[in-house]
């Protein structure tokens, strides 16, 4: 199979190449994936880099690639819940960094698969199981219910907009930090928009002078402002800010979780969740794809597709 690859730890996306790769061997309980289209995101490149090598080995050459949407085209022993066959999406993390989805075929623990409703397509499919599974287990996490205000800081990003729609369609008031160009955009999604920056908490107040209920960080370095505007009995998690946790609050790191994965995917084929993509790009421009990721300026996902 055609996958593509680094061999070491390094910054340099035109270290990404493209080769043939043995089929990979299929476990009991998992599926062969045929892949269509996988997502790109930021872990992808700050994993290559070995900014995580603390958490998580690497056996070179490393397959990058954490999403995935395709149809199975096996399956391992003793694995019921599917059928050659099957269109399905997965978060496909695994335990060691090595076989991802940004290739031709992956294998994927059944437990961490989702079949794929006809109504979404591939690319929001591809897209959608890390960045939807991460603000959905925050938003589970704190507890959002309706009737709740919700401050999400990066709003418009590709958490941050999947966390707003799933907000809205609980039945939460959502207010949504991000810069001016990005307002009607979160408009249109169902938030309020907040401009960053100087005096965001007084604009916060403005609109919520008794606080808001939850605060969801998915940027990080916001802690002072969720504290200044939580109300009293408030919840608050963030994605990138370790030290919420002495303050109240919880860390969150998605886990591969098939079931988590079918909610969304339903939530999607129902009209309550879209994912905006930016940009396709084939298996051969991997490297495009992490040089567009890093400037920071995407809204919306990136998606490799074959």
């Not at 939460?172 to 965001?200: C, F, I, M, W």
């Amino acid at each position: 199979m055609r996958a593509a690859t680094y061999d070491r730890y390094t910054a340099d996306d035109n270290d990404v190449r493209v080769r043939d790769l043995p089929t990979p061997k299929l476990f009991p309980g998992s599926v062969l994936i045929e892949v269509r289209a996988a997502g790109v995101n930021p872990v992808d490149w700050k994993l290559m880099s070995g900014a995580l090598d603390g958490l998580i080995d690497a056996v070179f050459p490393v397959i990058p690639g954490w999403d995935v949407a395709g149809t199975v085209v096996d399956t391992g022993l003793d694995t019921p819940e599917f059928s050659v066959g099957d269109d399905v999406l997965a978060y496909a993390r695994k335990d060691v960094l090595q076989a991802g989805t940004f290739a031709e075929l992956v294998a994927v623990a059944a437990a961490h698969v989702a079949l794929k409703p006809a109504e979404l397509p591939w690319e929001q499919a591809g897209a959608l199981p890390l960045a939807g599974g991460t603000a959905l287990r925050t938003l589970d996490l704190l507890e959002v219910t309706a009737g709740d205000t919700v401050l999400i800081h990066a709003a418009a990003g590709g958490v941050g907009s999947l966390g707003v729609q799933i907000a809205t369609a609980r039945g939460a008031r959502v207010l949504g930090t991000a810069s001016q160009k990005n307002h009607d955009y979160l408009r249109d999604l169902g938030a309020e928009p907040v401009e960053y920056g100087d005096g965001v908490v007084e604009r916060i107040r403005e609109l919520a002078p008794e606080g808001v209920q939850a605060v969801a960080d998915f940027v990080g370095g916001q802690l002072d402002t969720t504290l200044a505007v939580l109300a009293p009995g408030g919840r608050h998690a963030s994605v990138a800010d370790n030290s919420v946790a002495e303050h109240g609050g919880q860390n969150v790191w998605v886990r591969p979780d098939g079931t988590q994965t079918q909610r969304l995917a339903d939530l999607a084929a129902e009209g309550n969740l879209t994912v905006p993509i930016a940009r396709t790009f084939s298996l051969d421009e991997v490297p495009e794809a992490f040089a567009a990721g890093r400037t920071g300026h995407t809204r919306g996902k990136n998606v490799i597709v074959l």
